[in-house]
């Protein structure tokens, strides 16, 4: 009996590796595709983190501005704002010297990083002074003489306490004293301007940047990339839309749109420019008056 040993022809051989070429091309190809995808997903995450973590930084602050006072100088580019970081009541006052119980506020954020000036509300009116040096010390007779009772914190609650400080100001003083019981704001002086990133591999993009104003601060870059296109609009009065330039008068201020077009750090395989995750929010001051 024989038996036929016949093995693959050449043909047949040739036939094999060209489907074995054509379902390796293919599983390339699908491999190329998903990192492909997957790159271009990772770098829309990467826009939207630059954006978002703008936002985080710019809402906690910009509510807080006054819209009769907390606007000094705005534009497309920049803000310049008074954050306030603590409020009380005047116990004792001169033209020079300010005697204030504060409410009770957390110990970062009213030791960092520095005081730049004050305002008082006393009646319909508010007073914004600049300057001066803060001094913290003791329970003075001046705020329990006013029936102000001080609040001792814990070992568990360290800032559920009151604070006394006392605010000098040299040169021009504040004309008349204020009345006791009249409220006090602490605020520091913030700019927030777009500007050339300062981070490695960032070169020539754009950054958004806070600058705190007051003795000791600094700038810092908060977030970027940007699009160049990225800018502050505003609001004006009771208009349900921004606009591109800021008013005449800032007091006319009730909010700013954030226009943060952020990006990826570079540009996706395949692709001639980086990813770009276009976010818009409006932040309306708290103290907005209608």
Sequence with gaps: MTHDRRGLTLVELLISMVVAA?????????????????????????????????INALTSDLRMVDPAWGVEVASASSVTVRIPYAMGVI?????????IAL????????????YSGF??????ATSVFTGGTVAEGSWPAA??????????GTAAAPNARTRAITISLSGAGVGSPFDVGDAVTLFRRVRYYFGASGQAGLTGRTGLWRHHLSAGGGAEELAAPFDATAAFAF????ALASTASAPASLDDLTGLELILPGESD????LRNAPAEAPLRTSIFFVNRTS
């Design 91 to 99: 116990c004792s006052s001169t033209s020079t010297t300010q005697v």
């Design 119 to 124: 305002a008082v509300r006393s009646g319909s």
């Design 143 to 152: 705020c329990t003489s006013a029936g102000v009772v001080q609040i001792v």
């Design 266 to 269: 570079r540009a996706p395989r």
């Design 103 to 114: 409410l009770p506020v957390d110990s970062v954020a009213f030791t960092a990083p520095g």
């Design 22 to 54: 054509i379902i390796g091309a293919g599983m390339i190809s699908l491999m190329l595709s998903a990192n492909r995808f997957d790159e271009l997903t990772e770098s829309q995450r990467g826009a939207r983190r630059v954006s978002r973590a703008a």
């Design 235 to 238: 609001y004006v009065n009771d």
